[in-house]
């Protein structure tokens, strides 16, 4: 087998899937590190929300971003990010930021914009997990291993409700799944970088898996296609 120039490995699907959950575990047994590319869009909602912007001009979304610089300070697991001087790591989980972020991430300007930084950031760290919706369509068609993590929309509804319940957030099991479909409709309409399973893509249903599951299942996948010495050792399960 020839030697990997890198080792990339991406992870797209829709929200509910346990993208970043599941990209966390397998790096962490792989050795390799974790791009969250939703943040970025996240950084771009901000950018919107706090500085003025209109969400849906991708132009000057991109070029502001251009100009007080989007980074991720590696020196943190996970990476704390960076929009010039201001540490936007926890603004990106608020509220307004999960609504904001459906516009934003719409724009193809902002998209190609945000697609550059990715490929950069791949090329500064190469053995890389890095989850989103098109890292693998399109960011990084060429990756070793492409997965795409797909669930069936009740599932993730449920999961979701579970997750903000044990947050002690009140939730509507039935608000939550008809937002989970508008959002899965709206980011597979798409016209740039829409939410699919590129051809020659792993898809991996994980409705009837556990997280562990999940990341033992890529695990041995990827391990099928990286040769051992470019990933740290195999060994054994530790279940939560
Ligand atoms: O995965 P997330 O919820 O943090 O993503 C935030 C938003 O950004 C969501 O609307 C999907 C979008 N996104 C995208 O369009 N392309 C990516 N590569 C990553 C996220």
């Known amino acids: 087998m020839t030697a990997p120039a890198g080792v990339i490995v991406t ?6 899937t346990g993208k970043s959950s599941v990209a966390w575990k397998l790096a962490q047994r792989l050795g390799l590190e974790v791009l969250d590319t939703g943040a970025m869009y996240r950084a771009a909602a901000v950018v919107a929300l706090d500085e003025g912007v209109q969400a849906d001009d991708g132009v000057a979304l991109a070029a502001r971003i251009a100009e007080e610089g989007l980074a991720f300070d590696w020196s943190f ?45 791949g090329r500064a760290h190469p053995r890389l997990v890095t989850e989103g919706r098109d890292q693998g369509s399109v960011v990084f068609p060429d990756a070793v291993v492409r997965f795409y993590l797909d669930a069936h929309p009740e599932v993730r509804a449920r999961r979701r409700v579970d997750q903000m319940r044990a947050q002690g957030r009140p939730a509507d099991y039935e608000a939550v799944l008809r937002a989970i479909q508008q959002r899965d409709h709206l980011d597979e309409t798409r016209v740039d970088g829409p939410l699919v399973c590129a051809p ?41």
Not at 107 to 115: E, G, N, S, T, Y
Not at 213 to 235: G, N, Y
């Open 11 to 16: 992870m797209d699907g829709p929200a509910g």
């Open 77 to 121: 697991r996970p990476p704390r990010l960076l929009l010039g001087g201001r540490d936007l790591t926890e603004r990106i989980r608020d509220a307004d930021v999960n609504v904001a972020v459906s516009v934003v991430a719409r724009q193809p300007a902002l998209r190609a914009a945000m697609v550059e930084a990715q490929r950069v950031i």
């Open 200 to 240: 020659g893509a792993q898809r991996i249903d994980t409705s009837g898996l556990t997280l562990d599951q999940v990341v033992l299942e890529l695990e041995s996948r990827t391990r099928i296609v990286v040769p051992a010495d470019f990933l740290t050792p195999s060994r054994a399960v530790q279940t939560a």
